[in-house]
């Protein structure tokens, strides 16, 4: 029997980039899951809390988010579907892993590092106020250990930038077991394979939520008119025909890598199609099959949403089960440390 889980802040709307490097993935494990399976997929809104939030601007985003993870195709028949904050045992697992963390080891994240290097560097251009560098953003690798072994998840799907966390994860759970006796199973990772997707207008960036320029990011809610724009907008390069070379090329590649992603091509082969043609054709090309892609999540989006009572039952139902697999767990872990 194999534990489950993921999760997804609820930052923004899910972009090409979370559909491509994640979300795509978790509707395949459901699709393939064997009957013993548990799926347990979370829209993490504590962590979400980790950067400055505007509160109706994340309460729509977290409706949405799981609005979308209904449209793309997770059934909640199949997959334990749910709002993180709707369990308050991974709030209460966090604080004791916490205590059994070193503060070492945080600071030595490479997100932590980069995210600090950052504010250092904003700080220095007085375009950040101190408490940017909150302390949520240096504990948020112990909350996402809290995630994974409230359920005692087995297998964990994750992309590169997360791969340090889960070893987090997994050390976290060893020395628990070491003090406390053997309590929680060791996490694995799933090492998702599909590639990067890149901001269309800065392609040394990731394509993000967050990121200020919403042209850098095609959302899975966008119109056809949206994705256009954007398509049209995209920043390539001016030497002749199509290649692709993510190094010399970088646009170019994240044109053919999205491409790809949708017909199942590596984007090696789809560049074979366009070798001696203009980025005209490939833009156009892109936008008919992008628009393919996304047509159906896209309108099942807006049924759903429309239907909010149909989402807070979901919402609720996906709670309420989580609790069942996470409320025992916190028993044996309270015992163990001698709080029951
Ligand atoms: N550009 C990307 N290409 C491939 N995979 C991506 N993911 C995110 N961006 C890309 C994957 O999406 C999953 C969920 O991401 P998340 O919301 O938990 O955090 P994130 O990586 O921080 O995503 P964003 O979109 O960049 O959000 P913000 O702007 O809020 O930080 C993860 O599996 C991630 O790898």
């Given at each position: 029997k194999r534990v489950i889980l993921s999760g997804i802040q609820p930052t923004g709307t899910p972009h090409l980039g979370n559909y491509f490097g994640a979300l795509t993935n978790w509707v395949h494990m459901q699709n393939t899951a064997g009957p013993e399976d548990v799926m347990l997929y979370a829209v993490v809104g504590w962590h979400a809390l980790t950067l400055p939030q505007n509160p109706d601007a994340l309460r729509a985003a977290r409706n949405d988010m799981l609005a979308v993870l209904l449209a793309i195709g997770l059934d909640p028949k199949k997959s334990i579907i749910f709002h993180q904050d709707h369990n308050q045992d991974h709030t209460e697992l966090s604080w004791i892993l916490s205590c059994m963390t070193s503060m070492g080891h945080l600071l030595r994240m490479t997100t932590w590092k980069s995210r600090f290097a950052d504010s250092k560097n904003m700080q220095a251009h007085a375009s950040i106020d101190e408490g940017a560098m909150n302390a949520g953003l240096l504990t948020y690798p112990v909350l996402m250990a809290a995630d994974i072994l409230t359920y005692n998840a087995t297998h964990v799907p994750v992309g590169d930038d997360q791969t340090q966390h889960l070893e987090l994860a997994r050390d976290i759970a060893e020395r628990f077991n070491k003090t406390y006796?053997?309590?929680?199973t060791l996490p694995g990772i799933i090492k998702t394979s599909s590639q990067r997707i890149l901001s269309l207008?800065?392609?040394?960036a990731k394509m993000s939520k967050s990121a200020p320029n919403a042209a850098s990011r095609i959302l899975l809610t966008d119109t056809y008119d949206q994705i256009k724009a954007k398509i049209r907008a995209a920043v390539t390069d001016s030497l002749p025909g199509i290649t692709y070379d993510p190094v010399g090329r970088p646009g170019a590649a994240n044109l053919l890598t999205i491409l790809g992603a949708c017909t199942g091509e590596s984007p090696e082969v789809a560049a074979q199609r366009y070798e001696g043609k203009n980025f005209g054709a490939l833009k156009s090309d892109l936008l008919e099959t992008l628009n393919e892609t996304l047509k159906v999540p896209r309108a099942e989006f807006e049924k759903i949403k429309a239907d909010q009572a149909y989402l807070e039952g979901v919402a609720k139902d996906g709670a309420r089960r989580a609790r069942e697999y996470s409320s025992p767990m916190l028993q044996t872990v309270r015992k163990a440390v001698g709080l029951a």
């Open positions: 006796g053997h309590v929680f207008r800065d392609p040394t």
